[in-house]
Each structure stands twice: as C-alpha cells, then as structure tokens.
C-alpha cells in the first residue's frame, strides 16, 4: 500500500531562518506530489504540486520543492522563512489504481517561526 | 465562488447518537473524498467517490457510511457515534480526468463526542 513519510513532526526556526522539510513516498507507479499548508484554525490549502518535468517546482509564498525519483522523495524548502509561515505542513501522494485517483497525506509537521 | 461547502462547522455529540455531515462542492468536479484529521495522525482518508454512484473505502471507514447524492453532495454518516469519532472531519473535491488531481477543501467540521 502507498504511504506518506515526514520526517520531522514539529520544527522550530527564528525569522529568515532556511527551511527543509523532509518528505517520502512508497509506491512504484506514476504519482503527483502536493503539500499543502493549513494555518491555525482554517483548512488546507495547496502550496505547490508536482505533476512531471522539471524535479525543481516553485510555489506560492516563496516555497519551493524538488522531486527525486531515485530517493522517492519530495522535500519542501524556503530559503528565508517569516513568523507567518507557522502552521501546519502536509505532503500528499495521488496515486492511480483500478481508474481511481486517491490522495494520501502524510502525519504533517508543524512550524513554528519566532520573531 | 463557494468551493467546497461543509456543514455543520461545529458539533457534539452524546455516545450513540447519529447525525449526517454534508458537503458540496460547485467546480462539477468528479471525485470527493471524506477525511478525518487527528493530531500527529495528519489527515487520514475515510470513503471517497470517483465519481457520482460510486463510493469506496478508505483508510478508516469503519463506523462511518457515505451518500453520493449526485455529482455535487457526498455525505458522511455516523448511525452510533463513539467518542474515539472525535475528530475534525474535512471534505475534499477533485477532478483527475481532467487533469485535476489537486484537491480543494472545505473548512472543516470540528465534531466532539462526549
């Protein structure tokens, strides 16, 4: 069965402090890649996706992902991180089995930026 | 543009009481997906449906029944809620035939069960 890994479960960081949250996957076949980000008390919203070509893919807000197929892995990064950015943090894995598509999430890790 | 719809927003619940969690979505999107959210658990899939008339299981679906009313209303239903249901549930909508895999989600709806 497909499943979603993140490896840190609470991450602490001072403003302008550089951010990498580690993400694997386990399933063999042709996946997308999302993370999405849920701030205090609202839902989730999407960060960036990745679907196919360039590993390297831009999203909102200054964040960035690369996809390594031969490591499964998709981490998320910004160079400089803001108190605002602390929330929560979710990586997601679509998969296609039977003609379905199904989105699995990881647990999420949640930031904390202090001034 | 209203996205995904759930209501209600908040509830409780007593020990073996039933209630129906709805949701809606106006992007005429083909699949719709129930989940719950714990801490430390992240979100954890519960039913989804690929499309209307079609519902399957997810990673959690016992204690837990779906309604896909027509392409735009998929339901929740707990018959006997249980306190290990307390949870805060969200719905979400994609479209992957059309390329949409990304889901959209709706607020959320914090349910206690006490």
Redesign the interface.
Known sequence: AQSVS?HN?HVILSEAASLELGCNYSYGGTV?L?WYVQYPG?????LL?Y?SGDPLVKGIKGFEAEFIKSKFSFNLRKPSVQWSDTAEY?C?V?S?SG??????????TRLAVHP | NAGVTQTPKFQVLKTGQSMTLQCAQDMNHN?M?W?RQDP??????IY?S?SEGTT?K??VPNGYNVSRLNKREFSLRLESAAPSQTSVY?C?S?D?GR?Q???F????TRLTVV
């Open positions: 993140q479960h997308n999302f609202q839902h989730l919203q999407l996706k679907f979710f997601a679509t296609f003609g379905y598509n199904k989105l699995i999430f990881g647990a999420g | 699949s997906y989940y430390g658990m992240g979100l954890r899939l989804y690929a399957d997810g990673e969200f979400a994609s992957p390329g895999t990304e889901a989600f709706g607020q959320g």
